[in-house]
């Protein structure tokens, strides 16, 4: 008992002794440790250039890891050839596309990492060679075209409808669709448009060949909508998509 009070007594003087030496000590030790704190780096900041054996290929600003800033990818012969601009590691403004020679020809507009607004096509002269709708990274039917010269594209086909009744005798009410130019460019779905949108989700792609599209319709007995709403997507002559939309009346309720 009396070896472990004087263990006791000494530990405690020891500790006396190095508060009174040290005092003031610990005090400035927290005020050091406060005043370093600083907001953890999550990634690299700064440009990135990422290369293949030869060439230089995409260059992406970081902040902390994450894309926040300028984004470009370059032809192999060192030419920009698209620009991204990041915000939060999400697309923003516009993005760009270039030709080899640098002059623009196309750009983008982005938001929330999503195609919003209208897209402007350019031929090298810089004249503009297309505008087209987008409305959350869905297509509106809006398209306009022009010609190197600027004036407007216009005599687009349409679409024809031609129909087969065997609703009486088979039950079935055949639906054919071609285009008026007879031109293949063509991809029919069935469906309606969403809000003025063109989304694929709420459509059902229908089966063409050559250019031609076959639906079958077929007697339910049960009660249906009367109609059947069709969207043509046709490829024009400069590479673009120009939707039609069209309204088909049917002549029986009840077919699907």
Request: aromatic residues 12%; contains cysteine.
């Amino acid at each position: 008992m009396k070896i472990f009070s004087a263990s006791v007594l000494f530990v405690l003087a020891i500790f006396i002794i190095t508060g009174c030496n040290g005092k003031g000590k610990v005090k400035k030790v927290s005020q050091a440790v406060s005043d370093s704190i600083t907001v953890t780096d999550t990634g690299y900041t700064g440009i990135k250039q990422y290369m293949t054996k030869k060439n230089l290929i995409k260059e992406v600003t970081f902040k902390n890891g994450v894309r926040e800033g300028l984004m470009k990818s370059f032809y192999q012969t060192g030419e920009v050839r698209q620009t991204f601009w990041y915000e939060n590691n999400l697309r923003e403004d516009s993005a760009k596309w270039y030709y080899q020679d640098g002059k623009l020809f196309r750009s983008t507009p982005y938001k929330k990492d999503t195609v919003d607004g209208i897209q402007m096509q350019y031929y090298r002269s810089g004249r503009v060679k297309a505008k087209l709708g987008f409305s959350k990274g869905l297509r509106t039917t809006y398209l306009e075209e022009f010609t190197p010269e600027g004036k407007v594209v216009g005599g687009y086909p349409t679409m024809v409808v031609n129909v087969k009744d065997d609703y009486k005798t088979k039950g079935i009410y055949r639906i054919s669709l071609e285009l008026s130019d007879k031109s293949t460019g063509v991809r029919y779905y069935r469906g309606d448009l969403s809000n003025g949108l063109f989304d694929t989700a709420h459509c059902k792609k229908i089966i063409a060949i050559k250019g031609i599209g076959t639906l079958d319709l077929k007697k339910t007995g049960s009660p249906k909508t009367g109609y059947v709403g069709i969207i043509a997507e046709i490829l024009t002559n400069f590479g673009n998509n120009n939707l039609v939309y069209k309204k088909i009346e049917l002549p029986y309720n009840d077919l699907n």
